[in-house]
């Protein structure tokens, strides 16, 4: 959720700003005089025969994946010595910290994106799922994907098996695929939302992991009070329409419920005043307490604000399913239940709760990837391999090496330069180890051996700049990455929020979210959206959100 | 395409904004203390009951649409003498001579758009269909659709034939009905897309009819560009996916065409440099020439422009279908044809030709509900209308009453008071006529008798705000309205635009681009929008339009 300025510094900006100016032609000279500039190093490449052409004797590093790692490393590995070529089924990066305001309005949905093309930078591009790694002939195999209908939608489960509008379309096509050489890979293909098998949440639960999630959940709030204000509405099916549910209590959870609290009170009170003794707002989590990252304090803090703010926070609670139509109907024929424009959760402390719309954010597992292309490596590479325990050259060819992961989660797991551990296949007995030396993992789909580092934005951003400098400067041997923890914040809605410095200090209330909303600035990646953001969160605190659904 | 303002009066404007922003609270204060002020002609009321008791004894009028017409007049009536009642399928108003900005993201979509209701209107508001008109007992029965999946998205036909994904989920349900009173009903429910019953059109072309077409236009085009990209992808295909046709000359589609050009000469060439060579933009048009209704001057103008910017205009060429697939491939099996990412156009003077897209905009059909609910009247009123031929009166119950309508278009037919009239069912060789004194027409779905102002944004308003003012005075025997012409402006691409006085004056090229902007910033309805429209301009000016798809 908190991470790091992917790549500014804060002494480039006016320059950076002004060379975009200067870049535009004035609208009477033809397109083809700024095409001829012709500099090469913005040339980009659509097939694999003119990558290999206009690689110039460069190292190809190919990027697995269009997230904090994936998007920072590509756009900071140097130009003039690598050739980077980004493999994803996303085409943009998103700022995932803006999501829950995109998610009502407060900010407009771009506002959170940034395109993996520019014109500003020297990124390759293919849009595809990486499929098969063949780590000796050092190729991965892609199926394209560019008319991929879950872009935008957080993922829950195998392509096949996520959302249903999603899973009828990919049923339909199968991608073509492709191979793609690389010296070296670097492995970001982040994680899937964990719905622990809850029944019914892949299908009906909405998600805020990406921009289409955002885009589905704005809707979603602005037809629950447009359902409910109609005339054939009854009081009892307003209710369940204005009852939002949000399970998960870390900060996207905690966010967003603050975010929809205030799009509630600030502008849906005056559009719809009538419905306003219908709406509640609950937080729900398994755990004894929400927000676990922070100290007590600011905990407690938290806790006020959204006691005053009417938002229910029911910690130990367990969701046990989620499915269509309203409560105390489950006999129902399907197709009728189907009917009904809300859903039913069933909690286990409270039994079943007719809801509008639930939010699920409960966590992370790791992107299927990592257990169908990193398992078993069936012919251990000739070269690029490191052998770090004695004897395991030797036992090099008859040894079955296995990609090291973390039992529990499935993890990669890597050394403290960020490059992927070989071990022996199941047999955890044995000790013998080995590093891919031009393979490397990071962000939520990796973890440092014997680290605790979390899962969140702040550490992958860190890695993948740690990994572009040392990879620009060849100086592996300086020693390895550690995670220098900047602190979290939160927004807790009503204009307040709280952040949590890495040395322990604490800020929280109006002056936290002056520092929440200026940080998220000045770590937002392109001018536009720097540009954009203070004009989106002044028009919409003169003149209100804007409620158009489409 | 072009229209006056609907409301905006230039001297007003410094108040409005002052109010917009003094009636922001600071955070602190509760939304209770903004409630509390309780204006009571901001309460909008959610059943036919509390619309009933807050009508204090003010007339309620019923305004079907949200269009320019219904919009403009909803806005404009006032609400000390009119209890305003607006039913639509769709819940804002679309800033349309906009749209094909947005549709290549010059600008984004909101800004083309206005909800119905506001924080600073007076307007009721339910989202459905109006179904049933009860003149007798002055009633409408009300399909509600909240969850409106045809909302954002031009029509083409009935609900049910109109777009695959919409059809599957229209067949799915059927909302619940409700009946609403009214003292004066205004019908302003506009005009689908006409595509001549050409085969393929309504399942494959997109239209430019609403915000929902202008964004599956801007994420087509992108989706073209990148699966074109693809290593993938051959060269044939790619001269396919990249062959955009626009079909009908009219201003929306010579102004997409224009806008498709820029977004391809001035960001995407930067973006993919070396698919340049295999891009085509073509205008069809089944008549001798496009734009009928500028000046042969101006038009010869925009033609030379159009040639020098490489886009192509084809005259008397007819297309006579549309179908997936690429062309000289009919022979295989449908469900092979829809794995191709690209269509064929089959046009009767070139053969089969494949195209990545096809833009539809060759005019419009009257909304079928003019059809099937204005046509025979069961049983006339006993008052409220006014026999116009003597011995009509006579002849009141014996007479098959019906609305009257244009042969050709089924445009219903008002007097110049804009006031629906009547005469006999199919008996078109009896002169009887009488006029309905609260039922008025306006838009594109109704005509002034012997009139011939076109089917235009600018006569729409200039009807609704010529209604409004003679509903809030009263003065309907003042005199009957009259079309003022503005004349017509039209943009054509690289910074030029033509433009065409009422007077018959003319400006082109960049100084016509000057105005078309500045008329369409001052013609923009609320703040925001006149704020981020600029804003929009100066940043894809200097950063490039947004290539984000999601």
Redesign the interface.
């Known amino acids: 959720m908190q991470a790091s300025s992917p790549r500014m510094q804060l002494g480039q900006l006016p320059t950076g700003l002004l060379d ?2 200067a870049s ?1 032609s004035l ?2 000279r ?2 083809a005089s ?2 001829s500039r012709g500099i090469p190093s ?7 025969n ?1 990558l290999d052409t206009s690689s110039d004797q460069r190292e190809r590093v190919v990027i697995l994946g269009s997230g904090w790692a994936g998007y920072t490393v590509a756009r900071q590995l140097n130009p003039k010595k690598y050739q980077a070529v980004v493999v994803s089924p996303r ?2 990066f998103a700022f995932t910290p803006l999501l829950a305001s995109t998610s009502v309005g407060t900010l ?3 506002t959170a ?3 993996v ?3 500003r930078s020297n990124v390759n ?4 799922w990486a499929d098969v790694v063949d780590f000796k002939n050092k190729k991965v195999t ?1 199926e ?1 994907s ?2 991929n209908s879950t ?2 939608f957080a993922l829950s489960g195998s392509r096949a098996e996520t959302q249903p509008e999603v899973r009828k379309a990919e049923q ?2 199968k ?4 191979d ?1 050489a690389w010296d070296k890979l670097i492995i970001t293909v982040g994680c899937y939302s964990q719905t622990f098998g809850t029944p019914g949440v892949k299908e009906h639960a909405l998600f805020l992991k ?3 999630d955002a ?1 589905k959940i704005r809707n979603r709030i602005l ?1 629950c009070f ?8 009854t009081d009892a099916m307003r209710k369940n329409l204005l009852n939002f549910a949000i399970v998960g209590g870390g900060p996207t959870g905690i966010e967003f419920s603050a975010e929809l609290h205030d799009i509630i ?3 849906l ?8 003794e219908f709406y509640k707002i609950t937080v729900y989590d398994v755990a004894e307490k929400v927000l676990p990252m922070f100290d007590e304090d600011l905990g407690k803090y938290a806790m006020k604000v959204f006691a005053r703010e009417g938002i229910a926070i029911k910690t130990s609670h367990h969701v046990e399913s989620l499915r269509k139509g309203p409560p105390g109907d489950s006999n129902t024929a399907k197709d009728v239940q ?2 009904y ?1 809300c859903w039913t959760l069933r909690v286990r402390e409270e039994g079943d709760i007719g809801v509008g719309m639930v939010v699920w954010s409960t966590g992370l597992m790791i992107n299927p990837f990592a257990k169908k292309a990193l398992g078993k490596i069936p012919s251990i590479p000739e070269s690029g391999v490191k052998y770090l325990t004695p004897g395991s050259e030797l036992s090099r060819g008859s040894l079955q090496w296995a990609v090291s992961k973390e039992p529990k989660t499935g993890a990669v797991i890597t050394d403290d330069r960020l490059r992927v551990l070989l071990g022996p296949d199941g047999d955890h007995e044995s000790k013998q180890r080995a590093i891919m030396e031009d393979v490397f993992a990071l962000g939520d789909c990796a973890k440092i051996e014997n680290t605790t580092y979390p899962a969140t934005a702040q550490v992958a951003s860190q890695k993948a700049e740690w990994l572009a400098k040392r990879l620009n400067k060849g100086d592996f041997d300086k020693g390895g990455f550690t995670w220098k923890n900047m602190g979290v914040m939160a927004y807790i809605g ?2 307040n929020a709280i952040m949590q410095g890495g040395g322990g200090g604490s800020v929280s209330g109006r002056a936290a979210w002056v520092l929440w909303r200026g940080a998220y600035l000045t770590k937002s990646v ?3 959206n720097k ?2 953001i203070p ?1 989106y969160w002044f ?1 919409n ?4 959100r ?5």
Chains 1, 2 share one sequence.
């Open positions: 975009a100016l535009r609208p009477s033809p397109i700024r095409l913005q040339r980009r490449d659509i097939t694999v003119q085409s943009y407009e949905f771009r994106l940034e395109p093309r520019s014109r591009y293919f849009q595809g892609v394209e560019a008319d872009q935008g339909a096509k991608g073509k695929t492709f793609l990406d921009v289409g885009r037809l447009e359902t409910a204000a109609l005339s054939t509405t009170k600030e502008d009170a005056r559009i719809y005043p009538e419905l306003m189907d009917e424009p009503n204009w392109s001018w536009r540009v954009l004009i028009l605190w003169a003149f209100g804007d409620i158009s659904r489409f």
